[in-house]
């Protein structure tokens, strides 16, 4: 039998808790190892965010700092924003038309999406895979070419200089991303999660409901995003379908006011309005990035 003074040293260092010289050299070479490894990602990542983030940064504090021909000539203030708020109608005007805007359109986004997601994705019917490649195409066709032909069709229906005719013409063109996306969310969920719910006595509707729409959160999540970044910052739908300054989004608002006295740009006023544009993105981004990221991998590692 072995007594304790014959056990082997590595082992009497790991009983008593010191690590001997060898393991511990080896382990450094492993942690400046994974460093090394690791030091171009975050090198690559870092300029990536430097790159991003300097425009919003730059624009955030030019819009507080003093600058000739701005309402803030004088050392550092509020005076751009001041100027913003009390444009035409009032900043408050374009930002609930806005809001309205991006609110319908998140709506519409996600009810007919959802809808045309789960009948893609667990129903068979004839001309499903021709129908679904048919509302893909839609992105194939230029933004802007739509935009004339909407508008008179928006005015044979008398929705014309509305907001509600904008919102419907935004929710056009995200429908095919946002059917994409949910079609693969659903088909992420096994379909024995549909049964086991009518088993159990739920209608389609209901296990739709109950049970499906929670697991696909992070797509509706990621698809409701998308819709009010498209919306919130849409320039050209506005610009074709609006024609009252009452009813005008805030970037148009913005870029009216860019050029409101003898064309003359007030740079301050302008960048104050993007900030005031860029905020409400970047907090909703903030808060929902890790759904975000969820829902675009739904479906990736489908087994």
């Known amino acids: 039998m072995t007594s304790l003074d014959e056990r082997p040293a590595a082992a009497t260092a790991v009983s008593t808790g010191v ?9 450094r070479r492993m942690t400046l190892g994974g460093v090394a490894l690791k030091t171009p990602y975050w090198v690559f ?8 983030l300097y425009p919003l940064v730059w624009t955030a504090i030019s819009s507080v700092s003093p600058l000739p021909g701005t309402n803030q000539v004088d050392g550092w203030g509020f005076g751009n924003y001041i100027t913003l708020a009390n444009y035409q109608a009032g900043i408050g005007v374009y930002l609930l038309n806005s809001l309205f805007v991006s609110t319908l359109t998140v709506v519409l986004t996600l009810t007919i999406s959802l809808l045309g ?5 667990r129903f068979d019917f004839p001309g499903k ?7 893909l195409a839609i992105l194939m ?10 508008y008179v069709l928006l005015n044979m229906v008398g929705l014309s200089n509305s907001l509600v005719g904008v919102a419907l013409v935004l929710t056009m063109f995200q429908l095919p991303f946002s059917t994409f996306m949910m079609r693969i969310s659903f088909e992420s969920i096994p379909k024995e999660m549909d049964e086991a719910a009518m088993v159990d006595g739920c209608s389609t509707f209901s296990a739709l409901w109950r049970v499906l729409v929670p697991a696909v959160r992070p797509g509706l999540l990621t698809v409701g995003l998308f819709a009010f970044l498209a ?3 849409d320039f050209m739908a506005p610009l074709i379908l609006i024609n009252d300054s009452n009813r005008m989004t805030l970037p148009l608002a913005v870029s009216n006011l860019r050029g ?3 064309g003359v740009v007030d740079y301050g006023a302008t960048e104050a309005g993007v900030v005031v544009l860029a905020l409400p993105c970047v907090l909703l ?3 929902l990035q890790r759904q975000y990221v969820s829902g675009f991998m739904s479906g990736a590692f489908k087994g």
């Open 19 to 27: 690590t001997p010289p060898d393991r511990r050299r080896r382990e």
């Open 117 to 121: 997601g789960y009948a893609f994705a």
């Open 260 to 262: 409101q006295v003898q």
């Open 141 to 150: 066709v230029p933004y802007a070419t739509l935009l004339i032909p909407l």
């Open 129 to 135: 895979n021709l129908l679904f490649l048919s509302t």
């Open 45 to 52: 990542t870092t300029g990536l965010a430097v790159l991003f």
């Open 285 to 287: 981004f903030l808060l």
């Open 231 to 233: 919306s919130w910052n």
